[in-house]
């Protein structure tokens, strides 16, 4: 139990199109899901959190009106990255919280993104 | 002081080996405390998950916290080449759910 899809796992696009990565708990409902980026060989950094029914929460430093986050049921989330640029590149991974006593991540297997 | 150290390594052992992971932490607020395993290009995976001061064991893994000390440890028994991955550790406070993680230790087990 307890898994968590992506889709796209890889996308390329070009620069100045907006690319939308899906993340879904397959097998439990999620009031909470996080999204992270990762660089080359570096830890995971929080972006955001995005809750069901509600506005995304961006860390500090994080463009709201860049990184688009919408959580409109208790399985998906997305996050859509408008108008990329190459430093956009990334790796894009989102975590779902099981809702119970230890309240645990699980993370989806991450969206390549590169953008040309 | 960063919130929460963790040497990046590389270890590399001999597989068989026992290998020991560490995290230390700054704040005392945190409470929970989880080990991920990280494979190249792939999400985090859950291994462990702690809550109190003390051990816990699942199979091959053993968890160990120390808040006194503001100490975390992973260790590996028979270390087999699969466990090669990134090992990070991650900490939560009581107040929300966000996670805080260590950089990730590379492990490399070679047979």
């Known amino acids: 139990g307890a898994v968590v899809s992506q889709h796209p796992s890889r996308v390329i696009c070009k620069s100045g199109t907006s690319v939308k990565i899906e993340c879904r708990s397959l097998?439990?409902?999620?009031?909470?899901m996080f999204w992270y980026r990762q660089f080359p060989k570096k830890s995971l950094m929080l972006m955001a959190t995005?809750?069901?029914?509600?506005?995304?929460?961006?860390e500090q430093g994080v463009e709201k009106d860049k990184f688009l986050i919408n959580h409109a049921s208790l399985t998906l989330s997305t996050l859509t990255v408008t108008s990329a640029h190459p430093e956009d590149s990334s790796f894009y991974i989102c975590?779902?919280?099981?809702?119970?006593?230890?309240?645990?991540?699980?993370f989806g297997p991450g969206t390549r993104l590169t953008v040309l | 002081q960063k919130e929460v150290e963790q040497d990046p390594g590389p270890l590399s052992v001999p597989e068989g080996a026992i290998v020991s992971l560490n995290c230390t932490y700054s704040n005392s607020a945190f409470q929970y405390f989880m080990w991920y395993r990280q494979y190249s290009r792939k999400g985090p995976e859950l291994l462990m998950y702690t809550y109190s001061s003390g051990n816990k064991e699942d199979g091959r893994f053993t968890a160990q916290v120390d808040k006194s000390s503001k100490y975390i440890s992973l260790f590996i028994r028979d270390s087999q080449p699969s466990d090669s991955a990134t090992y990070l550790c991650a900490l939560r406070g009581g107040s929300n759910y966000k996670l805080t993680f260590g950089k990730g230790t590379l492990l490399t087990v070679n047979p």
């Open positions: 975590s779902a919280r099981l809702a119970g006593p230890y309240n645990e991540q699980f």
């Open positions: 995005s809750n069901e029914g509600s506005k995304a929460t961006y």
């Open positions: 097998d439990f409902q999620a009031t909470t």
